[in-house]
């Protein structure tokens, strides 16, 4: 039986919560699809500060590098909050990105239909169908640049750096136009040119990426009127390639329109097949161990696990099933409760989203 070893980082807040309901979807289509899994935790974020001092550890770093995949909760809480930058539970998070080599960040926002409900958008912007795809640069710009405290006109400053190479736009805008081509070869590419010389120098680089994708329809947007069209015309968006800070800012707001950030899953790929699963959203701490939260990012992000990095296609579909059955059999998480549907907690939506899975 093929067996693929996984990496478990569920990190801090709700992220154990929502990991372990994950497991609980990703066991089951594992029986039924005929693969095994083998798992093994490691220390990421508030947790890894607390058990060693350090928001990544040496030894998370060569757990995930030996895996097929790693799935990740979340990472943060106020307890860590006052520690400086590098020490901090994000620290941790974006150091993992970059030590797999994840440049390339994929974040489906799309609607289930009985989800439309949950939408602050009316149906008639929604339409019948909504499903975007932003893809996200991971380890470059402003969140990887050059930071630091100094002082201005006898004032105490801090700055940080937005910086590009072209070698990291052309990689990821590749990355855009590949998955445009396997959707509606519509891509827009998102930045501030109008300002930024960073985004200038963007531009011409996917510009000129572009000339080896003719399929694909490419258009510019600056990144504020981008914001405004999300809301104003989502239907208008197929996929959309923009930059770390960027796409961190838009796929939250993309998110929201399919009803709550508690929906929306995410891969992290780079240059292999080996890639990390995490949910957009954080680590809720004012939710944690309330058994409420939404475990659905993070069992899509499963989906999206078998998909991209396991070549099990056919489990992958079997998730999105079985989320989509639950769904329209009325079952709500808090979040994207609405009147008329049946309220259930973290540990009742991943039983059945599992049970629904294993069909
Ligand atoms: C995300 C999160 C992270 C990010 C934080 C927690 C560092 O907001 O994955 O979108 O900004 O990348
Ligand atoms: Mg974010």
């Known amino acids: 039986m093929k067996t693929y070893k996984i990496t478990l980082l569920p990190g801090d807040g709700i992220g154990p919560e929502i990991t372990a309901e994950a497991v609980k979807v990703l066991n089951a289509v594992s029986s039924k699809f005929g693969f095994g899994i083998e798992y093994e935790e490691a220390l990421l974020g508030g947790i890894a500060i607390d058990n060693t001092g350090v928001p990544l550890p040496e030894d998370t770093v060569k757990t995930c590098k030996a895996s097929d995949a790693v799935l990740l909760g979340a990472v943060g809480g106020w307890k860590w909050d006052v520690l400086p930058g590098h020490l ?6 974006l150091g993992i990105r970059s030590a797999l080599g994840l440049y390339a960040n994929l974040r489906p926002a799309r609607i289930f239909p009985p989800l439309k409900a949950a939408s602050p958008l009316k149906d008639e912007v929604i339409g019948d169908k909504l499903d975007i795809m932003v893809v996200r640069e991971l380890t470059g710009g402003i969140y990887f640049g050059e930071r630091g405290r100094t002082e201005k006109n006898g004032d105490k400053a801090a700055f ?14 590749k990355i855009g136009f590949e998955t445009a081509m ?26 000129e990426v572009a000339k080896s994708y003719p399929e694909v329809e490419l258009s510019h947007m600056y990144v504020d009127n981008c914001a405004m069209q999300l809301v104003r015309n989502p239907r208008q968006f197929d996929t959309i ?22 929906m929306l899953a995410s891969a992290s790929l780079g240059e292999g097949t080996r890639g990390l699963y995490e949910p957009i959203h954080g680590s809720a701490p004012d939710i944690a161990g ?14 999206m696990m078998l998909e991209y ?31 008329g549907t049946i309220k259930v907690g973290t540990v009742q939506m991943g039983d059945l989203v599992a049970n629904e899975a294993a069909k």
Do not use: H
Request: one cysteine or more; a negative charge.
């Open 160 to 173: 940080d750096t937005e910086l590009y190479t072209v070698r990291e736009v052309e990689r990821i805008a």
């Open 88 to 93: 901090r539970p994000e620290a941790g998070l």
């Open 182 to 207: 396997k959707r509606n070869k519509k891509l827009c590419s998102v930045d501030k040119a109008n300002v930024l010389e960073s985004s200038r120098l963007w531009r011409e680089v996917v510009t």
């Open 241 to 262: 390639v923009t930059s770390n800070i960027f796409g961190d800012i838009l796929s939250d707001e993309a998110s929201m329109i399919s009803g709550s950030i508690g």
């Open 290 to 303: 309330k058994g409420i939260a939404n475990p659905l990012a993070t069992i899509l992000s499963v989906a």
């Open 309 to 339: 990095s396991l070549n099990e296609a056919a489990a992958a579909q079997a998730i999105e099933n079985a989320v989509s059955a639950v769904l329209e059999q009325g079952y709500r998480t808090p979040d994207i409760y609405t009147e």
